[in-house]
């Protein structure tokens, strides 16, 4: 009988950060620290405001992040809702990789949108009545009593 060697395959983790109408798909794996955003590095994503932003929950899990590799594509929404979304697809990645309670505790203690999707949208418009503008899903328009 012929025993079969059991191959490791390196440990993949996929998570998913939502704010507003951006989606952030990130793919965590075993590495050396490299983050690219949609095929880019890291550095080239926005200005520098946005980069502060996206290293708060690299600098928070420390040693975590510094074996990792992150890749991320995000679509939809605007840059301040990608940013967020970006952040949270990073830091579920790095808590399901490394399974780590602590992290876990650290990054909820922070920002607990971190971890947690934000369930606030818009208000759908309503349908207006006579003349209302379009300024507001309630907007109507104004009365006069006399």
């Known amino acids: 009988m012929v025993k079969k060697k059991v191959v490791e395959r390196p440990k993949l983790t996929l998570s998913i950060g939502k704010r507003k109408e951006a989606v952030a798909r990130a793919k965590i794996t075993p590495g050396t620290g490299k983050i690219l955003i949609n095929s880019r590095p890291f550095e080239l994503f926005g200005n520098e405001f946005i980069q502060m932003r996206l290293r708060e929950p690299l600098l928070l899990a ?3 992040a510094k074996k990792v590799d992150i890749e991320v594509n995000v679509s939809g929404g605007g840059i301040s809702g990608q940013v967020d979304a970006i952040r949270q ?6 808590v399901g990789f490394y399974a780590s309670e602590e992290l876990k ?8 949108n971190l971890l947690i999707f ?4 818009c208000e759908p418009h309503h349908g207006s009545g006579r003349g209302a503008s379009k300024r507001g899903s309630r907007r109507r328009k104004q009365k006069s009593k006399r």
Do not use: P, S
Not at 89 to 94: K, P, S, T, W, Y
Not at 105 to 112: G, S
Not at 118 to 121: F, K, T
């Open 118 to 121: 934000d369930v606030r949208r």
């Open 62 to 64: 420390e040693e975590f």
């Open 89 to 94: 697809a990073m830091a579920r990645g790095l």
């Open 105 to 112: 505790r650290k990054f909820l203690e922070y920002d607990r």
